[in-house]
């Protein structure tokens, strides 16, 4: 098996475009010596120096990890990723993504000029989370189009067509969902001292976007329009928890799927919405 590093940073790359840190300043100015470094991606083949039929040599067929940003450059960076055997060509041959997050989807939509459907690997909360929450399915069934082939995390591996002789098996690692994800409805700050400033600022990015957060090794914090709102928020996380607990306890969780639970998201929405408008009338 080969596998090719296309970029190695972080969400935003290096330098990160908004970013006056010393590190970005730095290489931005030549000062500092360093590489500027694309999104994270890489790309898997099988091994076969020889160039014979199985996915080696000039034709060898890639599977790519991840489709970041950065797509373009990365591709243009990899001479061989382009066989140029037809009119329209590409040595890419199937899209396998680890999760759900911008910095590892955005380079589809550069990729919409496929001839074919790309065929491409996802669990079914990632799939949920890319036809539900950020639609980039849809907007692509608009160009090429997608075939798309399940991941599952119950140990079975997969085999991806055009690399032959490549095993592959998805390891469910602990980690953030994306911000738009129905499954991250109460994110997780990162750990930070109480009462400081500190606190304050692993909280601030997570605000907007929910209204209950729990803090890594200290507790949760609820918040809403008025004090019984968040009140009630806080019995609902403790309320879960509980449950949570007791159904890891029992060894066995039936979760509700994410079209299931975006159904649900829509109703509270609703609810909270009718709430609202009818203490606006109150008010008046
Ligand atoms: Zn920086």
Redesign the pocket.
Known sequence: MKIRVLGSAAGGGF??WN?N?R??TGVRGGTLRAHARTQSSIAVRAHDPTGGTHGGGRSASWALVNASPDILTQLRANPDFQPARSARDTAICAIVLVDGQVDHTTGLYMLRESTRPWALWCTDTVCADLELRHPIFQVLSHFCGIERRRVALDGSGFAVEGVPGVRWQALPVAGKPAPYSPNREVPLADYATPGTQELVESLEPLVHDHNAILMANHGVVTYGEDLLTAYMRMETVEHFAKIALTTHMLGKQNVLSPERVAQLTEIRKKIENAKISSLRKQEF
Do not use: E, G, S
Request: glycine letters at 0%; charged letters at 0%.
């Open positions: 330098p990160q970013c840190c590190n970005c």
